[in-house]
């Protein structure tokens, strides 16, 4: 169904911009498993988005909108998590040189109940290896509760996290 929908979306689109860049990411959230499942019209102005929250119990736990919340005080990054890191942007990396569509990683991020230490320490691992695929990237967020970068009560950039986003 998401296939289906995506291809008229985009035939809406093409309607009236028919160059126009578009960004289209597959089912699961667009994380890079559901790429295999993604079928993709014929069409030049294509990039692929994917989001990965990968590793998920370090990445969302203490979020309060989970029935069974994940339990605090997991660090990162050891070398099982790195793994949760690479696997699917390699996986991502591969999909799109067989498809010869461009990939941006459209969301990471961990929530702000994780050490922030850690949580910089994630966000440098991750953009330095999307980055080292050539995958653009964009961490979500700027600054609300999940894992702002910029802190809007104190007016100032959350220094560990702009450091390990854009040094």
Do not use: K
């Not at 995506?6 to 860049?21: G, Y």
């Not at 699917?88 to 799109?96: I, R, T």
């Not at 498809?99 to 966000?123: I, M, N, Q, T």
């Not at 961490?139 to 996290?161: C, K, T």
């Amino acid at each position: 169904r998401w296939n289906r929908l995506a291809a008229r979306a985009l035939a809406a689109v093409r309607a009236s911009n028919p160059t126009r860049t578009v960004m289209i990411g597959p089912d699961e959230w667009n994380h890079p498993r559901g790429l295999a499942r993604l079928r993709l019209p014929a069409d030049r102005h294509l990039i692929v988005a994917i989001h990965s929250y990968d590793p998920f119990d370090f990445t969302h736990q203490g979020v309060p909108w989970r029935a069974q919340p994940l339990p605090r005080g997991r660090a990162c990054c050891d070398a099982a998590q790195r793994a949760q890191v690479t696997q699917p942007l390699d996986e991502a990396l591969a999909w799109s040189r067989r498809h010869g569509v461009p990939l941006h990683l459209g969301e990471f991020g961990a929530y702000r109940a994780g050490d922030l230490a850690s949580r910089a320490a994630y966000a440098r691992l991750v953009r330095e290896e999307a980055e080292r695929r050539g995958i653009g990237w964009a961490w979500w967020e700027l600054a609300s509760d999940f894992s702002g970068v910029w802190d809007p009560a104190a007016g100032r950039w959350v220094e560990p996290l702009r450091r390990a986003l854009l040094d």
